[in-house]
T-cell receptor, first 112, second 113 residues
Framework: EAGVAQSPRYKIIEKRQSVAFWCNPISGHATLYWYQQILGQGPKLLIQ????????DSQLPKDRFSAERLKGVDSTLKIQPAKLEDSAVYLCASSLGKTQQFFGPGTRLTVL | GENVEQHPSTLSVQEGDSAVIKCTYSDSASNYFPWYKQELGKRPQLIIDIRSNVGEKKDQRIAVTLNKTAKHFSLHITETQPEDSAVYFCAASRGDSWGKLQFGAGTQVVVTP
């Protein structure tokens, strides 16, 4: 079974630029999550999708972050404009309902 | 909201010794407690989890204990091996928001031969 796929793996941008991350969950997993992991910290949930609907986005900085999962499969997370403090690893995870969350390899974002 | 505290932040053990990591949580409604292992530059991977209707769960050299009254849970690794070296994260979530895992800050475990 293929795991959660993410791209790109690394991204370097300057502050105030825009960036987008892509995630392809495990086939059949209806629930998809985006996490932000700042160096030395645990992952923090940004947004949770159930199919193409948002379940929780209470910790998503909506003034600059947006995410979508239009067809209930792949998802994109966008930051516009980026700030220095957005430097982190962005992890995508998926699960089959109320079960184990499987994480992707992450995208390491550096904002200069 | 939920707050999870994890101790210690770093743990150095000799190969073959045991390692114990402790987490406390604030939300008494939390009922799911997974532990993730993250090797350097890799993705977090679930190693064991426990639900609030169980006090202890074991899987080979790894065990987790839960004290609901005190609101804390612990990870126990016995007979540690160099490949156990990694960052370990505890997490908690409540039943009505089961996907919203609140993670601890992590424990860097170093197993020295």
């Amino acid at each position: 079974e293929a795991g959660v796929a993410q791209s790109p793996r690394y991204k370097i941008i300057e502050k105030r630029q825009s960036v987008a991350f892509w995630c392809n969950p495990i086939s059949g997993h209806a629930t998809l999550y985006w996490y932000q992991q700042i160096l030395g910290q645990g992952p923090k949930l940004l947004i949770q999708f159930q199919n193409n609907g948002v379940v929780d986005d209470s910790q998503l900085p909506k003034d600059r972050f947006s995410a979508e999962r239009l067809k209930g499969v792949d998802s994109t997370l966008k930051i516009q404009p980026a700030k220095l403090e957005d430097s982190a690893v962005y992890l995508c995870a998926s699960s089959l309902g109320k079960t184990q969350q499987f994480f992707g390899p992450g995208t390491r974002l550096t904002v200069l | 909201g939920e707050n999870v505290e994890q101790h210690p932040s770093t743990l150095s053990v000799q190969e073959g010794d045991s390692a114990v990591i402790k987490c406390t949580y604030s939300d008494s409604a939390s009922n799911y407690f997974p532990w993730y292992k993250q090797e350097l530059g890799k993705r977090p991977q679930l190693i064991i989890d426990i639900r609030s209707n169980v006090g202890e769960k074991k899987d080979q050299r790894i065990a987790v204990t839960l004290n609901k009254t005190a609101k804390h849970f612990s990870l126990h690794i016995t007979e540690t091996q160099p490949e156990d070296s990694a960052v370990y994260f505890c997490a908690a979530s409540r039943g009505d928001s089961w996907g919203k895992l609140q993670f601890g800050a992590g424990t860097q475990v170093v197993v020295t031969p």
